[in-house]
């Protein structure tokens, strides 16, 4: 994954071929903001831009930035995957809930190297 971080913000960048650049997009905020640059330099100096004028124009609406999460949300998957996550939690004396969580937990920082 292609992450560029600024000021505890994070944004996903992505080759456009069509227009030959790249393209970053702000991720986690309650709207939509994005940038474009043809090198790492270029990128990081649109990455700031963009985000100060998303936060002006937040602050200026009173709003704010940043998506907020609850900390809660259903997954669905297979009766047969919830029956074996249940007996592996089980036996390792945990709850699915925390083994749902630690895999999360790993899965998001392997992903982020």
């Not at 999460?69 to 998957?77: C, D, P, Q, T």
């Not at 074996?84 to 920082?109: C, D, H, P, R």
Request: net charge negative; aromatic share 8%; hydrophobic share 35%.
């Amino acid at each position: 994954m292609n992450i560029m971080t600024l000021d505890d913000y994070h944004a996903k960048i992505e080759y456009d071929p069509d227009i030959d650049m790249f393209r970053g997009e702000i991720l986690g905020l309650n709207g939509g903001a994005d940038f474009y640059g043809s090198n790492p330099d270029e990128l990081r100096k649109e990455f700031s831009n963009s985000l100060k004028v998303f936060l002006e124009v937040c602050k200026e609406k009173g709003i704010s930035p940043r998506r907020s999460y609850s900390g809660k949300f259903n997954l669905r998957i297979p009766v047969e995957l919830h029956e074996k996550l249940a007996l592996v939690a089980e036996a390792e004396g945990k709850s699915i809930n925390l083994l749902a969580k630690e895999a999360l937990q790993t899965f998001v920082q392997q992903s982020a190297r």
